[in-house]
């Protein structure tokens, strides 16, 4: 298991199924992009493709009024000629799955009876396989996704979950997209039967009128081409009254479309509606005719008043069978108001002559305002003032019919030509000085801002300008008492200006003024604006502003990037739980006293991450709390580095003082050493006189006397005994002081060498023994390790804080195991205890600085710390598996080759088992 989780084999099911989710991801995420129906087609056929290694895909729908299967979208060399076709209902392997609800592979479809080949013959593809599935939601049958032509082999039953998969997800995306689309078609024909409405009730011009009709109708019924032909049905005119055409207003020269109208005129009911779903298969047109109408598909609606025929409405699509009841019903109604607004246009023509005098002015009037009004509009509707005030001169001279319209901003000394109908290539942009010779100059020198006309010829032209004769009137553009510009009208007649030209160019002039000065404004709050948030975005610690409900209002790049995310994902949250998360405690501090300022600690727990906080209160004028700015510092490595230090330095001063203790002890350890091995030789030379002694005067009562009070033989075999065990002892003290001296120059290199970890580990055990012998055995299981690139005396401390860990874990009668082993790359070490064990709530922070289970003063929290950080310098990792009242296991994996050729660490995988 282990083995997989490092070398995972990419053919393994589980990968299978991680490269299906990914599939499924990727498609939601790219379903859930758009709303739009032919890009969520689009996308999902693609990755079908892609992921099926098929040669093409394709959509059907259900169309609901016949059953039928309709191409809806097709990802293949010729899918524009599929788009639309129709299957009959029932027929081919996609009328199959969608009558029985159910997926099929069919591995060769040309010896299928269901197959329906005409599709082929249509696009000239060569079906060799299909995988069919119903496109479901709910239960309710939108259509058959399919796949087709596996390239490498035949679709299998993963292809088939697969795909199954991906439809669940097309469905709701389809229902999704569907329901927009629809929702987005209703409101836009709301608008459009509104503007319609107001257009039909307003409307004095026929062919005008006709004109805007044919557009609208084209929109509402998606259609391609628009036809309205008026007058006697049994008549052929020579041309339609209006055609709208592929997005454009034609005039109607196609002898083509000249002799589709008479046939219609002919062949089809003034009274009734009537669909034709193929002109070249109706009999209407001869096939050369056909192939060039400018529609495959018609549907054409009768204009009637009453029962009488004012003419007909021709709706045309370049696709066959395009229009449907459904359509009809739709615009059926739209029709017949035309055929009205048509009726009252022609009975309002005939009645023009019986129009008075004062009706005309009237309507002049009327005109007048509607203009007035329509360049207010224009005022408004642009922020920036080159762009409102060129739309603006455009529309004044087309009100009210002036030869040319200029529109002059001032400076300090100059006046710009902003805007200018008759202008070269539009606006010519070189500025006069206020001091010139001119209409507007005067108009911009003079104390007091009012109109100044000239009735007459002008003298003398601005320059840049041709001379032009007639009249001009030039109107200030003034805010309180401000000059912000000039406006100039011209006319070819002279004495044209007359007091309501002058009243009437006044208000627009006005508004003209009031729709400037709010663009400078705009400019700049938008100038400023964009500094603000320049600046905001700048600052390398995180910012957000929230309001008085905690909901984020505001954040800058850096909190953003600091919690890997977007300002766009943070704003509207709630804080504490876009900082902290929905279940931290932490961030509870946020939510007290949120009219005071603020200073504390986060943990950000997505990344684990210390963020140091202050808070600054915002404050409304009454006083109230409006919300806090939150400023927010990533401390965790400087909080890591800093007890990393401070660790380092306490190894210091250990290993000084290890040095010291193992100095002085080694002295006195060296004469205690060579002297035992001097008294060693003193008992054997003791023992030789004694025997001697003995033997010769063997039976002497004194002898005899003193071997009976005193065993003398014991004690020269327990003196012997006991001087052994002493240089036992001795040599274990002089191993262990050994090791101090090794601990103690564990930080003096930070060179790589090749080292024997087994013999690292037995030195460690010695240092760490004191802790150990009475509280638990060791058993080793050691494998055989190759040398491994390292800093040995790093190693070491590493195994010393874990042997200590695991004495200090253990109370009684415990075992601490130590096993080793090794593969090709890495080895692989670890140590087991069986103490109480780590809490699973505990786990997480086991290797944060300054976390500890031990009472206070018996632990600083930094030894998992800084074995984690030695390791991770070597480019190995540390694992933990722990069973609360079992005990622990840390294994630790290092590079055989060391830490600069462990670039493949980063795609090692380690499981923890908690």
């Not at 010896?111 to 709910?138: C, M, W």
């Not at 063997?698 to 006991?722: M, N, S, W």
């Not at 195991?817 to 699973?840: C, K, N």
Request: aromatic share 4%; proline share 5%.
């Amino acid at each position: 298991m282990e083995d997989e989780l490092r070398h995972p084999n990419p053919g393994t099911p589980t990968l299978q199924r991680l490269h299906d989710l990914e599939l499924l991801e990727q498609i939601g995420r790219d379903v859930t992009s758009t709303l739009d129906l032919d890009r969520v087609l689009n996308l999902i056929l693609d990755r079908v493709k892609a992921a099926l290694g098929a040669e093409a895909a394709s959509v059907l729908f259900i169309e609901p009024d016949s059953n039928a299967l309709v191409f809806r979208a097709a990802a293949s060399a010729n899918a524009e000629l599929l788009l639309q076709r129709r299957i009959p209902p029932g027929r081919g392997i996609a009328g199959w799955v969608a009558r029985h609800g159910m997926p099929i592979v069919v591995v060769d479809p040309s010896h299928d009876p269901r197959f329906y080949n005409e599709i082929d013959r249509i696009d000239g593809f060569v079906t060799r396989s299909i995988l069919a599935v119903p496109l479901k939601n709910q239960d309710r049958l939108l259509g058959v996704l399919e796949a087709l032509n596996k390239r490498d082999g035949t679709f299998s039953e993963d292809d088939v979950r697969l795909l199954q998969l991906v439809a669940t997800w097309a469905a709701v995306a389809i229902d999704n997209a569907r329901l927009y689309s629809e929702a987005t078609q209703r409101a836009r024909e709301l608008a459009i039967r509104n503007e319609v409405s107001q257009l039909l009730s307003t409307a004095t011009d026929l062919q005008s009128l006709l004109d805007s009709i044919t557009t609208h109708l084209s929109e509402i019924a998606g259609s391609t081409a628009c036809l309205i032909l008026l007058g006697d049905m049994t008549v052929v005119a020579p041309e339609p009254v209006s055609c709208f055409l592929n997005g454009r207003l034609i005039p109607a020269v196609d002898p083509h479309l000249d002799r589709l109208i008479a046939l219609l005129r002919r062949d089809v009911s003034t009274t009734h509606p009537t669909i034709i779903a193929d002109l070249m298969a109706s009999g209407h047109l001869a096939a050369d005719e056909a192939s060039h109408a400018p529609a495959r598909s018609l549907m054409v609606l009768p204009l009637l008043v009453g029962e009488a025929p004012q003419g007909m409405v021709l709706l045309g699509h370049n696709a066959p069978g395009r229009f449907s009841q459904r359509d009809v019903d739709r615009v059926l109604p739209l029709v017949q108001q035309v055929a009205l607004a048509v009726r009252k246009v022609q009975m309002t023509e005939n009645l023009t002559e019986m129009v008075d005098a004062r009706t005309s002015e009237l309507r002049h009037e009327q005109a007048r305002l509607r203009m007035i009004h329509e360049i207010g509009q224009v005022t408004v509707s642009s922020l920036d003032p080159a762009t409102l005030l060129r739309a603006a001169a455009y529309k004044i001279r087309d009100a009210f019919a002036y030869q040319r319209v200029s529109i002059r901003t001032k400076s300090q000394t100059e006046l710009t030509l902003i805007a200018d109908t008759d202008g070269p290539n539009g606006i010519p942009t070189m500025p006069i000085p206020i001091s010139a010779d001119s209409l507007a100059c005067r108009v911009a020198a003079q104390a007091q801002h009012r109109p100044v006309s000239d009735p007459t010829t002008k003298s003398q032209p601005d320059p840049g300008n041709d001379p032009v004769k007639g009249s001009e009137l030039v109107l200030p553009l003034d805010s309180q008492g401000e000059l912000l510009g000039v406006l100039e009208v011209r006319s070819r007649f002279q004495a044209s200006f007359d007091q309501d030209d002058v009243s009437t160019l006044e208000t627009i002039a006005g508004r003209l003024t009031m729709a400037l000065r709010n663009a400078r404004l705009f400019e700049q709050v938008a100038r400023s604006k964009h500094e603000w948030e320049a600046t905001f975005d700048s600052i390398a610690e995180g910012v957000v502003l929230h309001d008085d409900q905690m909901i984020v209002r505001r954040v800058n790049r850096s909190l953003a990037d600091m919690l890997e995310t977007t300002a766009e994902a943070l704003v509207g949250r709630d804080v504490v739980d876009a900082i902290c998360g929905a279940q931290s405690t932490d961030g509870e501090v946020l939510r007290a006293h949120p009219s005071q300022p603020l200073t504390t600690e986060l943990t950000e727990p997505r990344r684990r991450r210390t963020l140091a906080t202050t808070g600054y209160p915002i404050a409304r004028p009454d006083g109230s709390a409006a919300g806090r700015v939150l400023v927010l510092r990533d401390v965790t490595d400087e909080r890591v580095w800093r007890s990393r230090m401070l660790q380092t330095e306490k190894l210091a001063s250990l290993g000084q003082l290890s040095a010291g203790i193992a100095h002085e002890i080694n002295n006195p350890l060296g004469f205690i050493h060579s002297n035992l091995n001097t008294l060693s030789r003193y008992a054997s030379d003791l023992r030789t006189v004694f025997l001697a002694y003995h033997t010769v005067f063997a039976g002497d009562p004194r002898l005899t006397e003193c071997e009976r009070d005193i065993d003398v033989e014991y004690l020269l075999q327990d003196g012997d005994l006991a001087i052994t065990e002493s240089q036992e002892g001795v040599e274990r003290v002089q191993s262990i002081v050994t090791g101090l001296k090794n601990f103690a120059r564990a930080d003096e290199s930070t060179e790589m060498k090749d080292a024997d970890l087994h013999a690292a580990l037995e030195t460690a055990l010695k240092i760490a023994w004191n802790e150990i012998k009475y509280k638990a055995t060791v058993e080793k299981d050691y494998g055989t390790l190759p040398l491994v690139r390292c800093n040995l005396y790093r190693i070491g401390q590493v195994f010393i804080n874990l042997l200590v860990n695991a004495a200090q874990a253990i109370q009684a009668d415990g075992r601490i195991t130590l096993r080793t082993r090794a593969d090709a790359e890495w080895v692989e070490i670890s140590i087991q205890d069986t103490g109480y064990g780590i809490t699973p709530e505990n786990m997480p922070k086991l290797f944060d600085p300054f976390f500890t289970t031990k009472e206070i003063g018996q632990g600083t929290g930094l030894g998992l710390s800084v074995v984690y950080g030695i390791v991770h310098e070597h480019g190995g990792q540390i694992d933990v598996a722990s069973r609360t009242g079992q005990g622990t296991t840390f294994t630790i994996y290092l590079p055989i080759a060391g830490p600069e050729a462990s670039g493949v660490v980063a795609d090692k995988e380690f499981a923890n088992e908690h």
